[in-house]
């Protein structure tokens, strides 16, 4: 099973929204990443966590809360979005080979988030 | 930051044609993956790319990891109409305890029936 599941598919929310984004695998890779897609455009990545402990944060601003419950699951908590925070949100996760992320990084089917 | 130039940005071709493209970059990689996304999906990873001057195959595709370590490119032979899609290239390198992924800009790759 090679496969990052991500729901939902599609979200809209409005600007005092608070909302919740959820991606699992169980493939046994204990790195997970959160990427931001615009349309056309490579992904950016927001947060990696790595063994369920966050790693790397991009400066992502606050109403964006990353939680890693455990080493399957990848939650993105969302509040007080504003329209420029819609996008293709996409999950990813990788091995983690004597304390380094693999760099071969298995997508999710992506949440399409519509901010109005 | 590294920095990746992928090119073309897009592509209209027949089908039955063969397509190339390619990823520079003024940095060393020590690895370069390539990656295919369709409309509504994620990222699905092709091929990867470990050594500087290997060459790699999955079907119809063939991609190289340059020898400079600088650049990579991906051929597709005899396209289909399910080749449509943006293709990625990315670069990795070591940076501390993480491999760092920068990806390219994309090509968009359209097949004329």
């Known amino acids: 099973d090679t496969e990052v599941t991500q729901t939902p598919k599609h979200l809209v929310m409005g600007m005092t929204n608070k909302k919740s984004l959820k991606c699992e695998q169980h493939m046994g890779h204990r790195a997970m990443y959160w990427y931001k897609q615009k349309a056309k455009k490579p992904p950016e990545l927001m947060f990696v966590y790595s063994y369920e402990k966050l790693s790397i944060n991009e400066s992502v601003p606050s109403r964006f809360s990353p939680e890693c419950p455990n080493s399957s699951l990848l939650n993105l908590h969302l509040h007080a979005l504003q329209p420029e925070d819609s996008a293709l949100y996409l999950c990813?996760?990788?091995?983690?080979?004597?304390?380094?992320?693999?760099?071969?990084?298995?997508f999710g089917s992506g949440t399409q988030l519509s901010v109005l | 930051g590294q920095q990746l130039n992928q090119s073309p940005q897009s592509m209209f071709i027949q089908e039955g044609e063969d397509v190339s493209m390619n990823c520079t970059s003024s940095s060393i990689f020590n690895t370069w993956l390539w990656y295919k996304q369709e409309p509504g999906e994620g990222p699905v990873l092709l091929i990867a790319?470990?050594?500087?001057?290997e060459l790699t195959s999955n079907g119809r595709l063939t991609a190289q990891f340059g020898i400079t370590r600088k650049d990579s490119f991906l051929n597709i032979s005899a396209s289909i109409p399910s080749d449509v899609g943006i293709y990625f290239c990315a670069g990795a390198i070591s940076s501390g305890s993480a491999r760092q992924l920068t990806f390219g800009s994309g090509t968009q790759l359209t097949v004329l029936p």
């Open positions: 990813a996760s990788s091995q983690v080979d004597m304390g380094f992320l693999r760099e071969k990084l298995f």
């Open positions: 790319l470990y050594k500087a001057g």
